[in-house]
């Protein structure tokens, strides 16, 4: 007995302590109610799995909760529509001038903030300047967007220059009120619990950390309508597989992520459940890309980049990686998705013999028989594959390239980086081939269809700018300076044929992507820039048995 | 002249308030060492956290926007300067701005700190409990089924990845049984008492699977020590004295074992603050391990160097109260 009091005094004590320290709910970052009742008119909730790194309410300082609050509290002028075309949004219409150096937006008359002031051509303008002035993610339009100016109910920007992706790149900036904005000097710091709102079809409701769920209710003032669901919660799980165990017990309704796809493994056993339905697209971006260092090294030469695009086999990592719903992409770099995709293009092939053949033309051959070829040298031909280490995909990817390549009689250096080391790497070129992704969005900026992660002028920390080839440049420019859709399709074809012609880097899988969603719920919408079945579209045409 | 050859050692016997301050100098002397290389070790790393910031594919010009953010963020003066800013920082409170949750470091610690301290205090204690427990009767019945079994069974847990076996359960007991909650540290909505019990129905899983890895390690520490113990000659006596069997055990035997549980204990707390990472992630727990993970990833230079400086601060507090404690538990240190 006189052992057992001090282990119960200390068993208390430490329960005391513990329970001190998690006994406070968080601070919740608005004045709201943290998850309150549902009003018994709300019949709809969907409740949506995601695995993203949510840290906040911040859609300037918080990346996730940037794109979140674009499908939920916020509007843009526009939207990609599911046709892949430019959709009216907040703005009902617009027009472009013949040198492409104005762009006419009318706002529609009936849209409100969430706290109930109307929203105005005024704010339309202040969010351009606002973006343009404070936001370091908005650096372009500095150098794009000369001025602009509110003329009735239009809004009127001037440009620097001709720009002709100005729509697209619309397309993923939301409007914010300048009534509570107009004095914040540094957005990315902003506390105010006012930060999340905003016009869009839901408003904030609640943000708890500690039970990683969002949760927004219907705005029932929208401008374009009434959302069809009530109530939209985001559950952040740290895991996918967590998250498809809460798919699979009914916690969840759907999944969403941008730019990621839902993992293959995970399809059979849910389909099998007879419980979830897959809606399925094909991805707009590339989930595995190859690029080539043109600076240096033997991928400088056109034939050598050619014969290592022979050497890799397409339909193995379609079908290892991809679980076969991947195939084998053209050279044209950008999935079939996109708007005046080039047929013409070949699509890439996998001919080990004639990779091998190519390989000898350029001299590398293996004269000492240890099944690596030696350069003009003497020495074994080694590349160095750059890769990222935190994403297990292009990892496996690339084992499987180096194992492709190795086939061919040459060695691999495999790089596996986090991300902030592998963007130091990557520029500082220290690499021979370098594996990345391209996401939907990463695919349409710039000059369009990939040219945004070759161009040698762009920069950004995902992009490779290691082409700087006159021609290519030249239909970059041509691109970005149209917005005369004949000529934009024109060029974006060229562009997909200069990709094969100059080989900057190659896709080595276009996939299907695959959005699971419970049974019950019907007539979803895709939208291929923002990732899937949860997006802008669908609150207003998905239904529920 | 007297002839000292031969004299016996003068010991010299520190006073116990003069002890403790030699050990707290020399703690405060780690310390400082503890938080320059804070500051140096992730300046070190490739790698620009502006260009986290910005995002993939932002496009930066050529460079002035980032150049105005690292001005803003204090990343453009010399290192010697960032240096004297974060002391400065330390002494007065302000541990700077986290890049990546755009808070400031104090914020985004205490919020996460909380957490990982709600899981591994608990843990701490109740495996060094079980260990003593368990640990003291495989060593009494040496040899026997009983310790052939929990040797065996520790070992087994010991030697399991922990995130396998947090993945087990959050598999057996969470997913098929449905018994608890899919990870996460509570449902959003709980007050008071209710939270309180949602929180433990949350933390059940991850404090099973961080005291089981614990108590595995610390187990054999013990049986180890209670064995050896057991063979002295006061153990003998205290049986010859015709004292009970679990008196000789726990009065005798495991006090005097307990020193070296205490010290892995101190040295192994770090470990456990920042070790539950993957625990941490299997269950979506919103623990020090995840934020720490993060911030790498993000280069984030102000919430790295806080997030290692809390977690050292706590080793060393956990060793000085070792220190303090291992003279009353083993007088022979005195």
Known sequence: MRILKPVLTLLAAVALLSSGTACTPEQPPTPTPDDPELPESCALVLRVGTTRDFK????????WYGVLSNLTTHDSLIKLGPDMLPTPWLARDWTISDDSMTFTFTIAENATWHDGTPLTPRDVQFSIEYYRDRDPQAGWMQEIIESVSVDGNDVVLQLTRPYG???????TYSIVPEHIW????KPLEYQGTDRVIGSGPFTFVSWDAAAGKYVFDANEDYFQGVPNISRVEFHVYRTMDALVMALSRGEVDTWWDYSGEFPYTHVPPLQDSGEIDFATATFLGVPAALGFNL???PTVDFDFRKAITLAINYDQIANL????????PTYGFVPPTHPHFNDDVPRIIYDKEQAAALLDSLGYVDSNGDGLREGQDGRNLRLTLLTRGDMPGTLRVT?????????????SNVRALDSSTWVATKDAKDYDLVFFRATPWGTMMHAS???GYFDSRRTGAGVLHNLDAAEYLDACDARLSTALPEEQERLDRELQQLHYEYLPGIALVWIESLYPYREGWNDWTIDHIYGG???SFSWFTVTAD | MADVSNAAPVQRHEHPTAAIGSRAVRYLAALFVIVTLNFLLPRMMPGDPVMNIVGEEAYYGSGEVLDALRADLGLDEALHVQYGRYMTGLVTGDWGYSYLYLQPVRESITLHLRWTLALVLPSVVLAALLAALLGSIAAWKRSSRTDVGLSGAHLLIYSMPHYWLAMLLLFMFSFKLGWFPLGRATSAGASELPYLIDVGWHMFLPLLVVTAFKAAYDFLIVRNSVVSILGEDYVLMAQAKGLSGMAVLFRHALRNALAPLVTVTAIQFGMVLSGALLVEVVFSWPGMGTLIYDAIGARDYPLLQSAFLIIAICVLIANFIADVLYPYLDPRTR
């Open chain 1, 449 to 451: 269809h990939g040219s």
């Open chain 1, 165 to 171: 992706n100005l729509l697209t790149e619309f397309m």
């Open chain 1, 399 to 411: 084992e499987m390239v180096a194992a492709d390549l190795r086939a061919v009689g040459i060695d």
């Open chain 1, 56 to 63: 906040s309410t911040s859609k300037f300082a918080d990346y």
């Open chain 1, 533 to 535: 079945v949860v997006n």
């Open chain 1, 321 to 328: 990686v991809y679980a076969g719903y991947g195939t084998a």
């Open chain 1, 295 to 297: 600076d240096e090294g």
């Open chain 1, 182 to 185: 107009a004095d914040v000097e």
